[in-house]
Structure formats: C-alpha cells, structure tokens
DNA sequence: CAGATTCCGTAGCGCCCGCTATAGAATCTC
DNA sequence: GAGATTCTATAGCGGGCGCTACGGAATCTG
C-alpha cells in the first residue's frame, strides 16, 4: 500500500487555483468577492472549491498566508539586512512603491485594503492583526538602533514605527487611486525626510 | 394660498435621520451599510426612506455632502489661514489627529474608508475625486509658498502634496485600527519633520 | 473486469439584498 | 364635514449571496 491517490484525480491545479483567488480578493475585497467570481476565475464548479479549500472564509486565509510570504517578507528581509532601522524602512517603503504598482498583479495591498468595510469582523481582526504585526517589527528594529546609539536616545520609537506604516497605508491607496511607481517613490523618499538625524 | 404642506406630515426630522445615516456610512462602509441597517438605526421604514431620500446612493451622496461641509472642510480653512503651506499642513494634520479620534462619532473619514472595496464603481469613483480635490487643494497651496519664494524653487509640490495626504491616510486607518488621538499626533509631527527647510 | 473511492456539474436550498405595490392613517384645503 | 394629498406600515418582489445534496464521471485497488 504505498499510499497511491484513490478516486477521481482533481481537475485543476490547486496552487494556481490559489493564485487566481489572491488576484481576485486582492483587486476587490474579501466581501465583494463573491463565490461566483472565484469560481468563475478559477474556472471550477463551486464543489470542487469547498472541496478543495473548505470555505469562503479559509480560502481567504490561504490567499492571506501565501500573500504574506510573497509581498510582506520582503519588509522583515530588508530590516534584518540593512545595516540601520533608517536604511532598512527606506528600503521597505522604496520596494513597496515597486510592489503596489506592479502591473502583475492588482494595485496596493491585500492586507491593508482586503477587508475594509467587512460586514465579517473576523476578517478584518485578522488583517489588523498582520498589520500589527509589521507595526511592532518596525518598532523592535528602532528600538535596537536606539539602544545601539545609532539613534537619538530621545527617539519615539514607537511613534516612528507608526509614521513609517502610515506612509504604506497612504502609498497603498495611493496606487489604488491611479499613482504610478515614480509618484510612490517620491513620497517614500519624502517619507524619510522626516528621519531623526 | 401660502404653500401650506398638504397630505400627511413627514413623522420624523430629515436633517436628523441624515446624521444617524451618516454615522451608519462612516463605521460600516458604503456597501456593508444595508438599507435594513438604515431603516433600523433611523427608526423608520424603508419606504419613508425611499420617500425621503430617493435611492441608497442618492441618500449616500446627501451624506456624503454634509460630511463634506462638516468634516473635511476645516483643510480649506486651516490652508487658506495659515501664513505658509508648512503651517496650514501641520494644522490640517494636528486637526485631522483629532477629528479622526473623535468619540462622538466613527473614527477615521469617510471620504478615505466608505468606498473601499465596493462593487459599485460609481460610488468608489466619486469618493476617489474628492480625495483628488484634496490633493490638488495642498498642491496649489505649496505651489503659492513656492512662487512667493517661502519653499525652495525645487520643492516638488506634488510629491509633497501627495506625501500629505498619504499620512492623512495612513492615519485613518490607524486610528480605525484603534490608535490614539496622542499617537496620530505623534505621527503628524513626525511627518512634518519631513518638510522642506 | 467489479467495486470502492473521489471529484465534478447541475440544480437548488435558505437567507438577505435593494427596492416597491398596496392599503390605510394623518393632515391639508374648501 | 368631504375630498384631495401625502406619509407610513405590511408584506413581498426578483435577484444574488454562501453553501450543499445528489447523481454521474473518472480514477484507484484487487
């Protein structure tokens, strides 16, 4: 018995599957992406997805964590590599002009723009908490520098994880709206005029 | 004949029942704001609704222009009364901090959250070009600052314009997500450390 | 091949959406 | 008062929502 697939193989590939249905939450929303819209880009029947992925509500929450590895981890990526907090959130706010703007995909965010206005408060508890998340690994990664002497012993840190993450928030709508790379990449390098020195 | 009102006397106040709807819009969204959800919090009935303000959109626009009047309009004063672009900013921000931390009423604005993630176009579009008028109102103001010579002949207006309506955003949402008034305004002057010198 | 297993397509469930037809209640003019 | 006018309350329309029962199709094991 070595295990070998029983029954009826599944018709369609599973992570590419996947794939569509990110595309499809992160252009509209988890709430205005209705089943019949993921089936029909999916191009599978609507038993094949519950099947497949349980329901509405998990398969947002695959699309979450497979978005999450491809266009969130760059951030911590960038933290840990750059020498400073100030190099490594210029970095982060620099690749995310590129990122929100990349025609592959839809623009701006998933987790900053999937589940506003959600009439499901779960969803939207969820994506507050990924965002408080990215909050307090900027706040960590200032709260060294400040230990370190890099920066002044004065410092917010806390004050400045927010501002940077409310310049991501701002860029996120912002390419929502129509803002192209160029026009993002100022704000960024504006944003960090605002930098303790 | 004095143009007396005839029939049957409407059995509540329209301006009234406009704020309550207003509330409604700002916390739920454009979308996930049912004409239940309004019929209830109201204290009406869906017909007298209908009677009174036409259609869910149309009740939205009126909302959307008292809003407007009462919410947003406070930029336009803080930038015209202000002696420089820099000061007028630094108000807007300080005061957005305030407004959108409010308790008497849903944090964050409207004009940034309601229409987010809507499958009706139309809405998301006028909301869009109102967040436009926004950016265009802080451009020209910078642009004024520039000519009289009060900001460097390099400032990029637009990209400072919108770098300022990028943090208005960003603390919308922040403070959707629960931040405090103190810490929006820990974010405003932060943000203003990035203005030109 | 037979039988077990798994997936797919149709068709439809109960529910809520925005909206309204209809009839009665409340106020006007005359 | 009578009659016209306007609003309110009930009740329900067509349609889309998330989700699933069911039977047939496709692949396994033996």
Same mark, same amino acid.
């Given at each position: 018995?070595?295990?070998?697939?029983?029954? =009826?193989?599944?018709?369609?590939?599973?992570?590419?599957?996947?794939?569509?249905?990110?595309? #499809?939450?992160? $252009?509209?929303? &988890?709430?205005?992406?209705? %089943?019949?819209?993921?089936?029909?880009? *999916?191009? %599978? /029947?609507?038993?094949?997805?519950? #099947?497949?992925?349980?329901?509405?509500?998990? *398969?947002?929450? +695959?699309?979450?964590?497979? &978005?999450?590895?491809?266009?969130?981890?760059?951030? =911590?990526?960038?933290?840990? @590599?750059?020498?400073?907090?100030?190099?490594?959130?210029? =970095?982060?706010?620099? +690749?995310?002009?590129? %990122? &929100?703007?990349?025609?592959?995909? !839809?623009?701006?965010? *998933?987790?900053?723009?999937?589940?506003?206005?959600?009439?499901?408060?779960?969803?939207?508890?969820?994506?507050? @908490?990924?965002?408080?998340?990215? *909050? $307090?690994?900027? @706040?960590? =990664? %200032?709260?060294?520098?400040? #230990?370190? /002497?890099?920066? !002044?012993? #004065?410092?917010?840190?806390?004050?400045?994880?927010?501002?940077?993450?409310?310049?991501?928030?701002?860029?996120?709508?912002?390419?929502?709206? /129509?803002?192209?790379? +160029?026009?993002? $990449?100022?704000?960024? +390098?504006?944003?960090?005029?605002?930098? !303790?020195?």
């Amino acid at each position: 018995m070595v295990t070998g697939q029983r029954g =009826r193989p599944r018709s369609f590939d599973r992570d590419a599957a996947l794939d569509k249905a990110m595309l #499809a939450f992160w $252009e509209h929303g &988890y709430e205005a992406t209705s %089943i019949s819209d993921l089936t029909a880009s *999916l191009g %599978i /029947g609507a038993p094949s997805l519950y #099947a497949a992925f349980g329901d509405k509500r998990r *398969l947002f929450d +695959e699309v979450v964590a497979v &978005y999450g590895g491809r266009y969130t981890d760059f951030a =911590r990526a960038a933290l840990s @590599e750059e020498p400073t907090a100030g190099a490594g959130l210029r =970095r982060v706010l620099r +690749e995310a002009a590129g %990122i &929100y703007t990349d025609p592959a995909h !839809p623009p701006g965010c *998933l987790v900053i723009s999937a589940a506003v206005n959600t009439t499901s408060q779960d969803v939207a508890q969820a994506l507050r @908490e990924r965002r408080e998340v990215s *909050l $307090e690994m900027f @706040e960590r =990664r %200032i709260r060294a520098d400040v #230990a370190a /002497g890099v920066l !002044p012993a #004065a410092t917010d840190a806390q004050a400045l994880a927010r501002f940077a993450l409310a310049v991501l928030v701002g860029m996120s709508q912002q390419s929502r709206d /129509g803002a192209s790379r +160029e026009e993002l $990449e100022a704000v960024a +390098e504006l944003a960090m005029g605002a930098w !303790p020195r």
